[in-house]
C-alpha cells in the first residue's frame, strides 16, 4: 500500500520524559534503518534491522536509546530520560533486499 | 566499521553548469552506492544507484562514477536548474551481503539563476 509511515509527525516533551516514536514499514521490507538527522545535518545511522537477524545497534548514541522490531512489521524507537541534544528528526527507512531504501516522513522531536 | 565522507559539503553554481559530489568508503567490500536528495523540509529521496559490477550509469542530466580500486564514487549532475537545489547524500552497503547503509555527511547544492 502505501510508503514508510512513521508517527507521530512531531512530538514536543520535556526533559527527562520518555518519548516512543513509531515506524510502519512497507509491506514486504525486510530491512528497517533508524536514522536520526539533527537540523543542518547528516543522516546519523542509529540501528538496523535484518528479518528475524539480531538487530546491528551499532550506531546508537546511548543506553537511552533502544529498538525493536518483531519480524517484518513495525518498529519502535524509544529514548529514555529524553535530553534537549536529542532533539532531531528521527527517520526511518525500509528495504526489500537490496532494492531502494524508502524513507518515512520523519518524527520532528523537540525536547524542552 | 564502514565510514563514508563526502565533499564538498557546501556547492553553489550557476544555472546551466555541473556540479560534481564526490564520496569515499572505507570497506572495500561495499557493493551498493546509492544517492539521495533531500529538498527543504522533504524525506529523502533515491535519485541513482550503482552497484559494485558497473563503473559508471547515467540517468538523463545524473551520472554516477564507481572507482572500486580507489573506493570512490561521483554524482555529477549536467546543465543544473534551479530545482536541482537540495541537499544530496552519498552512501554504502552491502558488504559481505549484509544491507547496512552508511549515509556521508551531505553536500547542500545551491544551483543560481
Known amino acids: 500500500g502505501a510508503g514508510v509511515s512513521q508517527s507521530p509527525s512531531n512530538k514536543v516533551t520535556e526533559k527527562g520524559k520518555d518519548v516512543e516514536l513509531r515506524c510502519d514499514p512497507i509491506?514486504?521490507?525486510?530491512?528497517l534503518y533508524w536514522y536520526r538527522q539533527r537540523l543542518g545535518q547528516g543522516l546519523e545511522f542509529l540501528i538496523y534491522f535484518q528479518g528475524n537477524s539480531a538487530p546491528d545497534k551499532s550506531g546508537l548514541p546511548s543506553d537511552r536509546f533502544s529498538a525493536e522490531r518483531t519480524g517484518e512489521s513495525v518498529s519502535t524507537l524509544t529514548i529514555q530520560r529524553t535530553q534537549q541534544e536529542d532533539s532531531a528528526v528521527y527517520l526511518c527507512a525500509s528495504r526489500r533486499g537490496f532494492a531502494e531504501a524508502f524513507f518515512g516522513q520523519g518524527t520532528r522531536l523537540t525536547v524542552v | 566499521g564502514e565510514n563514508v565522507e563526502q565533499h564538498p559539503s557546501t556547492l553553489s553554481v550557476q544555472e546551466g553548469d555541473s556540479a560534481v559530489i564526490k564520496c569515499t568508503y572505507s570497506?572495500?567490500?561495499?557493493?551498493?552506492f546509492p544517492w539521495y536528495k533531500q529538498e527543504l523540509g522533504k524525506r529523502p529521496q533515491l535519485i541513482i544507484d550503482i552497484r559494485s559490477n558497473v563503473g559508471e550509469k547515467k540517468d538523463q542530466r545524473i551520472a554516477v562514477t564507481l572507482n572500486k580500486t580507489a573506493k570512490h564514487f561521483s554524482l555529477h549532475i549536467t546543465e543544473t536548474q534551479p530545482e536541482d537545489s537540495a541537499v544530496y547524500f552519498c552512501?554504502?552497503?552491502?558488504?559481505?551481503?549484509?544491507?547496512?547503509?552508511?549515509f556521508g555527511a551531505g553536500t547542500r547544492l545551491a544551483v543560481h539563476p
Open positions: 570497506d572495500s567490500a561495499s557493493n551498493y
Open positions: 552512501a554504502g552497503g552491502g558488504s559481505g551481503g549484509y544491507n547496512k547503509l552508511i
Open positions: 509491506s514486504g521490507h525486510t530491512a
